[in-house]
């Protein structure tokens, strides 16, 4: 993938989302892998904060987002976490959604390039994080795809509009009614990706 420098790192979210600067990059890492980097409340809130941080830098010139292992950028929403935090999960997992939209919008509207550097799993939350993202680098073993409709759980209206603006409405009906997961191969980056898509 990317040859990302190397520097002291800050943690956030209980060390599961780090935040590290070197030569004008700010890169963020998804730090959950025993879990595909699935994201609970307190990794978006600690995406939202390594975001500000390195937004507000003058020196960080780019933003890089990359999952650590090489299993997954992000798998999705940690839904473990929707039964902890409430009893019923449809309100869970609709607080979840509420809670995390603040972020996304963040990252939707950075003032600064960001690219997500894709490896492995790259679904439903992961895919609104891809999709803000301005640039997606994805590697030949990337899947993507948005399982919310085998779940049973709703997909946030901001990521289903990013959706349909990267792969048009017919691609995105697809991927939202069957819960399919699209495998990378050369040439399909574009397709899978929309037209500022994934490069390999």
Known sequence: MLNIPKATEKSHADGKILQSIADGVGVITFNNPEKRNAMSL???????????????????????????????FVSGADISQFEKTRHNAEASEEEYSKKSAAQRALLADYPKPTIASIRGFCLGGGMQGGDAGGYRIASENSQFGIPAAKLGIAYGYDGLKHLVSLVGPSWARLIMYTGMRIRLRRGAADRTCGSRGARH
């Open 42 to 72: 307190d990794m978006w809130e600690g995406l939202g904060s390594a975001l500000v941080e390195l937004r507000d830098d003058p020196e960080v010139r780019v933003v890089i987002m990359v999952g650590a292992g090489d299993k997954a």
